[in-house]
C-alpha cells in the first residue's frame, strides 16, 4: 500500500500510460494513414479501381493471350514465347509495388520481341489483328500506368513519415514507408 501512495511511483506509472498511449495512438493513426495509401495500389486514387494493381493485372491477361496467339506461329520452347510467359507469370507473383515494377519491365521487354517475331510470319487475318491489338493494349495500360497517382500518394505518406512528430514516432511503432512504383 505503501507503494501505491508514494509520488514518485504514482508519477512513473502515469509516465509510463502517457508513453503508451502515444505509442499507440500514432501506431494506430499512422498505419491507418499507411493503409489507406497503400491501398491506391489496387483501389485507384479515387477509389474507382483506376488502379496500377488492375493494369497489372490487364498486361498480365493480355500477356498471356498474346502467348497464345505466338504459341500457334512460334515452337513451344521458343525463347521469346518462354520468355513473354514467365515475365507473365513473375508479375502476376511480385509480391510488392517495386518488384511488380520490375517484373512489369521486363513484361514490356517480352512481349515487344514476341510481337516482333511474330511479324516475320504470315498470320491469318484474326491473328494479326490480335497481335496488333493485344501489343496496343499491353501499351495502353503500360502508359495510363505511367500517369496513374498511386506514386504521389506513396511519396505524400513517406513525407509525412519524415515529418515530426511522425518521423520520431514511426520507428518506435513499426510503421515503414511505403515502396513505390518503379
Known amino acids: 500500500m505503501k507503494l501505491i501512495r508514494n509520488r514518485y511511483f504514482a508519477a512513473a506509472v502515469m509516465a509510463v500510460l502517457i508513453l503508451a498511449a502515444v505509442l499507440l495512438g500514432s501506431h494506430r493513426s499512422l498505419s491507418g494513414l499507411r493503409s489507406r495509401a497503400a491501398e491506391t495500389f489496387y483501389a485507384g486514387v479515387a477509389g474507382d479501381n483506376l488502379s496500377i494493381g488492375n493494369d497489372l493485372r490487364d ?61 516475320h510470319y504470315s498470320l491469318s487475318e484474326t491473328d494479326a ?39 520520431l514516432l514511426a520507428p518506435l511503432t513499426g510503421v515503414a514507408p511505403l515502396e513505390l512504383f518503379r
Open 59 to 119: 498486361r498480365v491477361e493480355y500477356a498471356y493471350s498474346l502467348a497464345t496467339v505466338a504459341a500457334r506461329y512460334l515452337e513451344g520452347t521458343d525463347a521469346q514465347l518462354t520468355a513473354l510467359r514467365e515475365a507473365a507469370a513473375a508479375l502476376e507473383q511480385a509480391p510488392s509495388p517495386s518488384a511488380k515494377a520490375a517484373a512489369n519491365s521486363r513484361l514490356t521487354t517480352a512481349a515487344a520481341a514476341v510481337y516482333d517475331a511474330l511479324g
Open 129 to 167: 489483328r490480335y497481335r496488333q491489338s493485344l501489343y496496343a493494349d499491353l501499351n495502353a495500360r503500360n502508359d495510363t500506368i505511367g500517369r496513374d497517382g498511386y506514386n504521389a500518394v506513396a511519396q505524400a505518406f513517406n513525407d509525412q513519415l519524415q515529418a515530426f512528430p511522425a518521423s
